[in-house]
């Protein structure tokens, strides 16, 4: 193991209290480094702790002004700017920071907003995203919000644009008359104190800095509370086991509703005084950072980065045109590592891809891979003060432990399992729940995985992924692992299929390499060969633009799921003599209806008997067949 000596701030009992802390320890030392533009990587804003530390504050400060106290939530929804940083650690300064996701529906924003009882929407404005801002200003005073608050570009300059009010005409169940106090942020801190909290108390280690909407794949997402505690005592084990020091960078290009750019990126760079340098609003995302990455990483001697997989799969194919000696903790997370992405990455660039897991639940990081302990397969040992330990969960709800190097549940216990999920804060009940998801202090992730001797974790998969053949369980990895180790695939997911007699079979979706590379008949002979189970080998497998990913890279597998059962239901249809009958796809309370148009009710039934699917017949509510998403780009949450 490599080890590196560590000097870190000590325990702060809140994120407020952290940044204070590291602007006395580092006043002059820089902080955060946004570029504006990666097309011109060399033109960045830079903070110092000590300017952070006054910006959170004068922010904190308007935010108490607006009327935010302690049990308040505030919604920040923009792309990544320095003001949207500072205003979420602001937001945990003086109530609590409710980060979601820009590209959400509007109604799915306002349900976020009413389902935490926010007063304030700090937004992206008009110049950083002309559609989203009307649409978020709207949704701010049907919310009845105290204030919509607007964001400029990092290296806007000269007078802004009218931010422009909704119509006075009243809407829908907004009180005649209710106009929100409307501006930029920028404007209402002008005058704020800078060097303390005016009208508010510190925020305790107990007390809730966040909450974190979950992906919410098949319905409205879950909002998981973290404390001050919670994001702390993470922060700090990332910190120690990364071994971050004084001014060493770190390159943050996950958006900022994300946990991982909250915690990996936001704060525990904090902890050692390290540099958080940001490429741009959306980051990774942005297809211009690619040209120019290696000489960001040369530019800004960024030591640590955090990344999905499918960042680095990019990377692996980017020549490397730059000096990266600095580069020594390339960091991959939030989703599984496919181990074609790990080597070719490390061929290409000499740097071993670490590996964490973890989850919002968890705050965020649970495991990690110190420098120099890297174990293919593995997602390195616990992160200091947290535990993991994998379960076998009866039928009848109880837990056993398992064996060291035994198969079951991951759990997580210790002080970053969260608050709960958030319960309607208007109706006087408890702020956060966390019934049924966390048993005598131990969270239930709901991933299965390993914990061998030395407390290495390794992971089986996701429990309600599993592909379930005949009472076979069938892990989709061993699947994807195969199709990725052929020439031609760049992309593969493997999903279950309905299937009548078994229950489910297992189907893949790949990305072909290019043009004219997919050969179903060749794929299924290779992952014949490759692929000893002869359950476990997909019964069939289709071609794909691109797979269906989330907003931060991860899998979005209940699209493909979804196209699986509407091709089974299909060929059923078919094969009765229905051929003019349409199937399509919805998601009511998280479980897929597929619902048939153009077709006998009776001789429906009678072609989809056996298969454990719900399937109506008439008009469907919102039908969208998942063909249909999959030849697009996904960007659901």
Not at 66 to 74: H, M, P, Y
Not at 135 to 145: C, H, I, N, S, T
Request: charged share 20%; aromatic share 6%; net charge neutral.
């Amino acid at each position: 193991m490599i080890t590196r000596e560590i000097k870190m701030l000590p325990r702060p009992t809140s994120t407020y209290q952290l940044l204070l802390d590291a602007a006395i320890a580092w006043p002059d030392g820089i902080a955060t480094q946004w570029i504006p533009d990666p097309a011109d990587p060399a033109r960045c804003l830079a903070w110092t702790y000590a300017e952070l530390a006054g910006t959170v504050t004068r922010i904190a400060n308007a935010l108490t002004a607006l009327g935010v106290r302690r049990e308040d939530a505030v919604t920040l929804s923009s792309a990544s700017t320095s003001m949207l940083y500072a205003a979420t650690l602001a937001a945990e300064a003086v109530g609590i920071a409710a980060p979601v996701n820009p590209v959400l529906s509007g109604e799915r924003i306002a349900e976020l907003i009413r389902r935490t009882g926010s007063r304030v929407l700090i937004a992206a404005g008009p110049e950083l995203d002309p559609q989203l801002w009307p649409r978020l200003l709207e949704v701010g005073r049907q919310a009845g919000m105290t204030a919509v608050l607007a964001l400029r570009p990092d290296g806007a300059h000269g007078e802004p644009p009218a931010l422009g009010l909704p119509g006075d005409e009243p809407a829908n169940g907004v009180p005649d008359g209710h106009r929100p106090v409307v501006a930029y942020l920028d404007e209402m801190i002008a005058g704020q104190p800078s060097g303390h909290l005016a009208g508010a108390d510190l925020p305790e280690a107990g007390d809730l800095a966040a909450f974190v909407h979950t992906g919410g794949t098949t319905g409205a997402p879950k909002i998981a509370a973290h404390t001050h505690a919670n994001q702390l005592a993470c922060g700090r084990g990332i910190a120690q086991c990364s071994g971050l020091a004084p001014r060493e960078g770190m390159l943050g290009g996950l958006p900022l509703f994300h946990v991982n750019a909250l915690i990996v990126t936001g704060i525990a760079p904090m902890f050692a005084g390290a540099r958080v340098v940001w490429p741009g609003p959306v980051g990774y995302r942005d297809k211009a950072l690619y040209t120019r990455f290696w000489k960001i990483i040369e530019h800004y001697q960024i030591a640590a980065m955090s990344a999905v997989p499918t960042v680095y799969a990019t990377l692996a194919q980017v020549p490397v045109d730059a000096d990266i000696s600095s580069l020594r903790l390339p960091i991959a997370g939030a989703a599984p590592l496919p181990s074609s992405v790990r080597e070719a990455f490390a061929a290409h660039t000499g740097r071993p891809l670490l590996e964490g897991y973890g989850l919002t639940e968890a705050t965020c990081a649970s495991t990690w891979t110190r420098p120099g302990e890297e174990r293919p397969g593995s997602v390195g040992r616990a992160l200091p003060g947290q535990h993991i330990k994998a379960v076998r969960i009866a039928d009848d709800g109880s837990w056993a432990d398992c064996a060291p190097g035994q198969t079951g549940v991951l759990a997580i216990g210790g002080p970053a399992v969260f608050a709960g999920y958030v319960t309607n804060p208007r109706l006087g009940g408890p702020r956060a729940s966390r019934e049924g998801v966390v048993r005598d202090g131990w969270l239930n992730t709901g991933d299965l995985g390993r914990v061998d001797a030395d407390g290495y974790v390794s992971l089986a998969g996701r429990a309600k992924d599993l592909i379930i053949r005949g009472g076979h369980n069938i892990d989709p990895r061993t699947i994807e692992e195969a199709l990725l180790a052929h020439p031609a695939v760049a992309a593969a997911a493997a999903v279950g299929r309905p299937d009548r007699h078994s229950g489910e079979v297992p189907v893949a979706y790949v990305v072909p390499a290019g043009p004219g590379r997919f050969d179903e008949a060749e794929l299924l002979a290779w992952a014949g060969t490759a692929i000893g189970e002869p359950a476990t080998r997909p019964k069939h497998i289709y071609p794909i633009t691109q797979i269906p990913v989330t907003a931060v890279g991860k899998q979005f597998k209940p699209a493909l799921a979804a196209d699986a059962a509407v091709r089974s239901v299909t060929d059923a249809l078919v094969a009765a003599g229905m051929t003019s009958a349409r199937a399509t796809t919805a998601h009511e309370d998280g479980r897929l209806v597929v619902t048939v148009t153009g077709a006998d009710p009776g001789q429906v039934r009678d072609a989809v008997a056996g298969f454990a699917l719900t399937v109506r017949c008439g008009p469907s509510p919102a039908p969208q067949t998942t063909r249909e998403v999959t030849r697009r780009k996904g960007t659901r949450p």
